[in-house]
């Protein structure tokens, strides 16, 4: 069915303008249905051509997708609207939002130097203190870092790296359910998202497989921790999905997320240590130092570093230096590496005891790593709600899927320790699926 919404504009340019601003204003939501060509370009007393360019563009930029006589559509998740999510309820306790317990984060940061006097941070970008610190950092995971730098945080990086490798309309492959963040970010420069199957071992071989054969010529994955899964790379995994690699129809940028490299839980399993041609692995700190440090090191191939620093170099220039004296302080300090092992074991106990009362009361759940656990459902708006009269906010999971099986992500870093709370979402989720009868086995 057509829209409502009125579409203006004499020209290309002014068409797409117009449809944009409806997306933008939500009066023309995901899933809408543009006017046929034809149709539009008589209401407008224009060409077909003029429209049709215009519907070009807003593909391009992947604001509409055409569907062949299904017509042209507004995006699942257009690139100028991003998947935010709902503002938290009064009253309720925030086990949504995917952030880690204040508890474990440093009360204080430590002074940081200002910058003194004039300096060239292009000619010497980063600090060797903490480029030190960042090389050891990898090579603990055994992740080759002879060719490492800086970014500003890992959206930062990803899309750095996409741009400079890519060109609109390749595809990439992603991780499904993913990060909603990464999935809004793909088709906001122009690419076309293929969609990977992940299970409790991370992203499945077959799957990866055939978003190669599909023409993928990036992959981007979570070797731990995967958002919103919970899943990790074994060594079994990490092999086949190697296997995989190696027999991909041509070369292809593998990136790594291992946003949660030191409270993952779990050891490392890289692809980056497999002789890959083509690879890069971005960790952060915000999930162990500091939801606002937004700082991220890069270890990756001789030819990726050169393309995302030169494009570095013609944008931002270089990460402050100020962020980077504040980030070498917290990872030098004894009591934040005391605060950072306590948050690993109390994640990983926190995560377990959920999982294990979910088990007792025959709900499937997943979460092998990291600090979220999600369930599969039937009705995520159902579970969701139901969970809120109960005093739980949880995360629909909706904003994180392309094409996989509906269910609801709760970050289990906001349970108390013990069974308690545990205990107490898990009869409360049992109680919310009796209602809606809304899960499904398995």
Not at 29 to 47: D, K, N, Y
Not at 84 to 102: I, S
Not at 251 to 278: M, Q, W
Request: hydrophobic share 45%; with cysteine; net charge neutral.
């Amino acid at each position: 069915m057509a829209t409502q919404y009125e579409i203006t504009g004499a020209s290309a340019k002014g068409i797409a303008a117009s449809v944009e601003q409806g997306v933008v204003e939500g009066a023309l939501a995901p899933g809408t249905a543009l006017p046929p060509v034809r149709r539009l370009a008589e209401r407008l007393g224009i060409s077909p051509g003029t429209v049709a360019t215009a519907y070009k563009e807003l593909r391009r930029r992947g604001i509409v997708v055409t569907y062949g006589r299904g017509g042209t559509v507004v995006a699942p998740t257009p690139a100028v609207a991003s998947r935010r999510p709902p503002p938290v309820p009064e009253g309720v306790r925030d086990l949504a939002g995917g952030h880690p317990d204040p508890a474990f984060l440093p009360a204080l940061l430590p002074a940081a130097r200002l910058s003194p006097g004039i300096r060239s941070h292009r000619s010497q970008p980063r600090l060797a203190g903490l480029e030190d610190l960042a090389r050891a950092w990898y090579e603990r995971d055994s992740v080759p870092a002879e060719h490492l730098t800086f970014a500003h945080g890992a959206l930062d990086c990803v899309a750095r790296l996409l741009s400079v490798e890519l060109r609109p309309g390749d595809a990439v492959a992603m991780e499904d359910p993913g990060y909603h963040h990464l999935l809004d970010l793909v088709p906001a420069l122009g690419l076309r998202t293929v969609p990977v199957a992940v299970d409790d071992e991370g992203i499945r071989p077959d799957a990866l497989r055939a978003a190669l054969r599909s023409g993928a010529r990036a992959l981007v994955c979570s070797p731990r921790a995967q958002n919103p899964y919970g899943g990790w790379f074994s060594a079994g995994r990490r092999e086949a999905l190697l296997e995989v690699l190696g027999a991909a129809p041509s070369e292809v940028l593998v990136i790594e997320d291992d946003h949660a490299a030191d409270i993952a839980g779990v050891p490392l399993h890289s692809l980056a240590t497999g002789g890959l041609a083509r690879w890069a692995q971005v960790r952060t700190v915000s999930k162990h130092l500091g939801t606002d440090l937004r700082w991220g090191a890069l270890a990756c191939d001789r030819t990726t570093l050169a393309r995302h620093d030169g494009r570095m170099v013609l944008t931002s220039g270089w990460v402050s230096h100020v962020l980077q004296e504040t980030v070498t302080r917290l990872m030098t300090d004894p009591e934040t590496q005391g605060l950072v092992a306590a948050a690993r074991s109390a994640y990983a106990r926190r995560r377990e005891s959920l999982l294990a009362a979910l088990s007792a009361r025959g709900v499937a759940a997943h979460g092998a790593s990291g600090m979220n656990v999600w369930v599969p459902v039937r009705d995520e708006a159902a579970v969701v709600n139901g969970l809120r009269t109960r005093g739980w906010w949880v995360a629909a999971g909706a904003r994180f899927r392309l094409g996989a099986g509906a269910g609801v992500r709760i970050t289990t870093a906001g349970l108390g320790e013990g069974e308690g709370d545990a205990g107490a979402l898990a009869g409360d989720l049992v109680g919310v699926l009796g209602e809606a009868q809304a899960t499904y086995g398995g």
